[in-house]
């Protein structure tokens, strides 16, 4: 009877332990699927923003070319305003370097992409019931050591990348695969498809 309390409880401990690492599972996944995201809109910013600034400095350069050989104050008016643009638009991205940040958000993607697959490692050692729970309890923890240590070094992120990786996860099935899919990559020992 004891022994039988015994592997029911070590069930029970396993099953918690289970769902404490699917739900950092699922975190990390989102984590790091955030900081693409958020990587993704600074790159797409700092390239509609430079090419805003080739524009007005084409602008800018245009008007005061027509300024010089014409006597119209319009244009003059209208390049003196272009180029204060400009010179605020410059302004920023002196003080906000978009292309720096976004790699930030790329490192910790990187960083956070080994820790995501050490939980799924982690999961598939405990269901397979091989190693003890204590041994994946240590390795649990450290694993939180070491994302701790990676978030505390990354920029954070936004709503907007937040629901961008919402929407790349749950309905265009980032990160999911059908058999078929993970067959085509595989040589043909490893396939589950006919």
Known sequence: MEQHSQTSDTLESRRILE??????????V???KTHEKCADILIQRQAVIKITQIA???????GFIVAIFTSVTPVAIVGAIVSGTLLALNAYTKDYD????AQKHKQAANDIWMIRERYLSLMVDLA????????????RDKLSDELHSIYEGSPSTTYQAYRKAQAALKTQEDMTFSDEEIDKLLPPELKRTG
């Open 30 to 32: 989102y984590s790091h």
């Open 98 to 101: 978009l292309g720096a940040l």
């Open 128 to 139: 397979m019931g091989q190693q003890p729970l204590e041994a994946i309890q240590v390795e």
């Open 56 to 62: 007005l400095s084409a602008l800018t350069a245009s």
């Open 19 to 28: 769902g404490q690492l699917r739900e950092c599972y699922g975190r990390v």
